[in-house]
């Protein structure tokens, strides 16, 4: 189990569609758990195999409550194949974008196909806030940000000012 570093954007590794995987071997199996190591110590309850810089279609989910169990889940090569015309807003976050909080409108429930570590075909409908990060994450191996949901200047101006956080991070490791 090991914890990977964040891609931070802009980089572009976020804005890239990640590649469908061929065969669930041992790489994704360790892939799978070190995003899900990654996404604990953040903390986070999602991530995409692209926040870690693996251009590969794999997302990790938990996004059960601080005081329920943990309830992990892998998708590989996921698909949302139904979306409710009913939406929900979500002030949204992301571990790539640190710091940056904006409310975004999305279908209120998914339906989502994907192949789980056993290889198995799986289907699983949700809604709340597992709904909303499940689409968050799939935009992630599509290339798509939540600030792309943003308006043009709103978008423009977090670009800048990541760009801004970017560089100064870069100043304080070199020092
Ligand atoms: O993909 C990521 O960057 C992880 C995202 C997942 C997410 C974003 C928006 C809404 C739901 C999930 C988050 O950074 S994980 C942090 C977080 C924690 C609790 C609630 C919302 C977001
Ligand atoms: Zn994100």
């Known amino acids: ?17 990640c590649a469908p995987v061929d065969a669930i071997d041992d790489d994704i199996k360790r892939l799978a758990r070190d995003m899900l190591d990654t996404m604990y110590k953040a903390p986070g309850i999602g991530l995409a195999a ?6 590969k279609q794999v997302l990790v989910m938990d996004c059960a409550g601080k ?9 590989v090569n996921p698909k949302v194949t139904w979306s409710s015309t ?19 409108e999305r279908p209120e429930r998914v339906t989502v196909a994907y192949t789980d570590l056993e290889g198995a075909a799986q289907t699983v409908e949700y809604g709340g806030l597992w709904a909303t990060c499940v689409q968050h994450e799939v935009d992630h191996l599509n290339g798509k940000l939540f ?21 100064e991070r870069a100043k304080d490791e070199a020092e």
Do not use: F, H, W
């Open 147 to 167: 600030i792309d949901y943003l308006s043009t200047l709103k978008r423009n101006m977090i670009l800048r000012k990541m760009r801004k956080l970017k560089s």
């Open 1 to 17: 189990m090991a914890m990977q570093p964040l891609v931070i954007a802009p980089d572009p590794r976020l804005k890239k569609v």
């Open 67 to 75: 005081d329920q169990p943990p309830e992990p889940m892998v998708m």
């Open 50 to 55: 692209c926040q870690i810089g693996v251009l």
């Open 86 to 104: 009913e939406v929900a807003t979500y002030e949204e976050g992301c571990l790539s974008i640190p710091d940056i909080y904006c409310e975004v």
